[in-house]
């Protein structure tokens, strides 16, 4: 068995950054949530094919991809259809995950799900990681990222489990409110204890 290390935080708290340090320093092979929820409803798809009878081909843009901010105002304005979706495509991503982590090679494996707290997927993890920054850097990060609003920022930390629900659920604490550097340190002392604790349990 696949020993797991899960990794959560907010919105560009930093774990695209974190996961690309762990796998290009010791090569732990990463599966993301986020890739995965992606690939089930890619054109040709199961997900997507459900998706189309029940709301018209209307989802569809004109190349057959998901038009995914249609999709988000039909789900935002009815809270029925947000769970049919969630039933139909939850078990789906939840399937892929577990087959990707069984096929991974390297020590552990690192599973990145953004929305962890939200979607109570921490048991999928061995031990949960967290990557925790203050709300002015989360913001300042996410405005300067995706070049959006301060307010529309705001909107998106408040729609998330609250920095406290995360940390709740934590196991170890990354963090990268500093710059970069103090990154790296942290990560290689992480490292070594998840290989102990890897082989203290094979
Ligand atoms: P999301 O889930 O929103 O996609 P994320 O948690 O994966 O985000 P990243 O994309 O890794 O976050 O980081 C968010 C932004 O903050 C990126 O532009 C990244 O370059 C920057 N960033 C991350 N860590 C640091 C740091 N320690 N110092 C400065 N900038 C950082």
Redesign the pocket.
């Known amino acids: 068995m696949t020993f797991v290390v899960g990794l959560t935080?907010g919105?560009?708290?930093?774990?695209?950054?974190v996961a690309n340090l762990f796998h290009q320093h010791f090569g732990i092979e990463i599966v993301d949530a986020d890739v995965i929820a992606r690939e089930v409803v890619a054109p040709g798809s199961e997900g997507l094919k459900a998706i189309e009878n029940k709301f018209g081909s209307s989802v569809l843009l004109e190349d057959g991809n998901l038009d995914r901010s249609k999709l988000r105002e039909i789900i935002f304005s009815d809270p029925s259809q947000k769970a049919w979706l969630d039933q139909l495509l939850h078990p789906m991503i939840r399937a892929n995950m577990l087959a990707e982590l069984a096929n991974t090679t390297s020590e552990y494996a690192l599973l990145v799900i953004?929305l962890m707290v939200e979607n109570h997927l921490q048991q999928l993890a061995d031990k949960v990681v967290v990557?925790d920054v203050d709300e002015a850097t989360q913001l300042e990060?996410t405005v300067?990222?995706d070049n959006v609003a301060l307010e529309q920022a705001q909107a998106i930390v408040a729609a998330q489990a609250s920095r406290e629900q995360r940390l709740a659920i934590a196991d170890f604490v990354i963090k990268?409110d500093?710059?970069?550097q103090k990154?790296l340190p942290q990560i290689t002392e992480l490292h070594q204890k998840f290989l102990e604790i890897g082989r203290a349990n094979r």
């Open positions: 935080g919105i560009a708290s930093g774990k695209t950054t953004p990557v990060r300067a990222r990268n500093t710059e970069n990154l």
